[in-house]
């Protein structure tokens, strides 16, 4: 059973910083992406920042220059840095992993998203 847990959610004021960080476990044999997404009151969920093995990081236009988004191929994990948050970044935001769960070629990749932490960003 694959899982995804976020953390590092939490109130900020305007102007501050938080950082998410996002941990894959169970039988993983591969992850071939991992990503940020996050949905907003009444709004559709929307991509933040993905990082795909060997790749660049990719940024929504309204999160370049101030988030950055890193990855530890060896621990599973994703993190989402923060910085000069505003109140229109509050939503949920969603940690997802597209992985290989059984060893084989080619390999299979399916789509895993975690329950998401709550960032506020107050004014």
């Known amino acids: 059973q694959v899982q995804l847990v976020e953390s590092g959610g939490g109130l900020v004021q305007a102007g501050g910083s938080l950082r998410l960080s996002c941990a894959a476990s169970g039988t993983i044999f591969g992850i071939n992406a991992m990503s940020w997404y996050r949905q907003a009151p009444g709004k559709q969920r929307e991509l933040v920042a993905a990082?795909?093995?060997?790749?660049?990081?990719n940024y929504a236009a309204f999160v370049k220059g101030r988030f950055t988004i890193s990855r530890d191929n060896a621990k599973n994990t994703v993190t989402l840095q923060m910085n000069s948050l505003k109140p229109e970044d509050t939503a949920v935001y969603y940690c997802?992993?597209?992985?290989?769960?059984?060893?084989?070629?080619?390999?299979?990749?399916?789509?895993?998203w975690g329950k998401g932490t709550v960032v506020t960003v107050s004014s």
């Open positions: 990082l795909a093995s060997g790749a660049n990081p």
């Open positions: 997802n992993a597209v992985l290989a769960r059984v060893l084989s070629f080619p390999r299979q990749w399916e789509d895993y």
